[in-house]
T-cell receptor
Framework: DGGITQSPKYLFRKEGQNVTLSCEQN?????MYWYRQDPGQGLRLIYY???????QKGDIAEGYSVSREKKESFPLTVTSAQKNPTAFYLC??????????FGQGTRLTVV | AQTVTQSQPEMSVQEAETVTLSCTYD???????LFWYKQPPSRQMILVIR??????QNATENRFSVNFQKAAKSFSLKISDSQLGDAAMYFC??????????????FGKGTKLSVKP
């Protein structure tokens, strides 16, 4: 089945630690995105990539980093510079004329 | 910059009845796409329906239909014969038809829909 897989589903981070969220898609989509969702809020764009080896900052990129070495993969690293990382993170992929398809999300909690 | 506004934080509907969720947007572009996404308690975002700005005909997907008013910049979602499984957060989203950074989705803050048995 084609789709987007995010892992892990739940992730706990200690203060000062970097953590990496995985996102893999087998839909052959060129574009991939990372969004952050806070309670009672819509989704906000962190980073996006339209093509392999290229990515751009979104609205709230500070404290995050990404890579796009393969078309299928777009991992997100939450660095220690992100002061309030507790949130729900959603990865998506798309072709330009269609709505993005989303993964099931990762819930990140700082402990 | 484009913005999307959902003015109803919460809505409620009786099972089997019809409900309409409102969405307005602001843009200076002429070519774009509009979407409604559903987010059930599992929190996965599910695409419900899609509308292209250049198509005058309103999109329909089974019990879901939209009322797209381009001049008024309005894009409401109608759910007919509401079912218990329709209970979820619903997000309206805008996407430019142009490439680059403008191809990303801009979301409203969502409407929480409850369905009463």
């Amino acid at each position: 089945d084609g789709g987007i897989t995010q892992s892990p589903k739940y992730l706990f981070r200690k203060e000062g630690q970097n953590v990496t969220l995985s996102c893999e898609q087998n839909l052959n989509h060129d574009a991939m995105y990372w969004y952050r969702q806070d309670p009672g809020q819509g989704l906000r764009l962190i980073y996006y990539s339209q093509i392999v080896n290229d990515f751009q900052k979104g609205d709230i990129a500070e404290g995050y980093s990404v890579s796009r070495e393969k078309k299928e993969s777009f991992p997100l690293t939450v660095t220690s510079a992100q002061k309030n990382p507790t949130a729900f993170y959603l990865c998506a992929s798309s072709v330009i004329r269609q709505g993005p398809f989303f993964g099931q999300g990762t819930r990140l909690t700082v402990v | 910059a484009q913005t999307v506004t959902q003015s109803q934080p919460e809505m409620s509907v009786q099972e089997a009845e019809t409900v309409t969720l409102s969405c307005t947007y602001d843009t200076s572009e002429s070519d774009y796409y509009l979407f409604w996404y559903k987010q059930p308690p599992s929190r996965q975002m599910i695409l419900v329906i899609r509308q292209e700005a250049y198509k005058q005909q309103n999109a329909t997907e089974n019990r879901f239909s939209v009322n797209f008013q381009k001049a008024a910049k309005s894009f409401s979602l109608k759910i007919s014969d509401s079912q218990l499984g329709d209970a979820a957060m619903y997000f309206c989203a805008y996407r430019s038809a142009y490439g680059g950074s403008q191809g990303n989705l801009i979301f409203g803050k969502g409407t929480k829909l409850s369905v009463k048995p």
